[in-house]
């Protein structure tokens, strides 16, 4: 499989490294492939920061998805005021 690099056309100013954090500071570059149920993955390519599309049917964007209080299926549920305020943080 070939990997393709498009590179960007005018790079970021280089963050201090004593100020990144996680979500806050992003690279030129990211790295895509495409998936196809008779392909497999495929399209392998490095491109500049951008936008990425996917499928409304995407599971992390269906409520509760993404975000997990790591209680197992049979555990049973806290009282919705106790546990609103965490899905209002692990959401945001």
């Known amino acids: 499989m070939k990997l393709s690099?498009?590179?960007?056309?005018?790079?970021?100013?280089?963050?201090?490294?004593?100020q990144l954090g996680f979500g806050t500071k992003f690279t030129d570059h990211m790295f895509n492939m495409d998936y196809a149920p008779d392909k497999g993955w495929h399209n392998p390519r490095i491109e500049p920061y951008g936008m990425i599309s996917m499928d409304p049917a995407t599971m992390v964007l269906h409520y509760g998805q993404g975000v997990s209080r790591?209680?197992?299926?049979?555990a049973r549920l806290p009282a919705a005021s106790s546990s609103s305020g965490l899905w209002t943080t692990s959401g945001a």
Request: proline fraction near 16%; avoid cysteine; charge should be positive.
């Open 70 to 74: 790591g209680s197992k299926p049979t």
């Open 5 to 18: 690099i498009t590179r960007a056309k005018q790079l970021k100013p280089k963050p201090d490294e004593t």
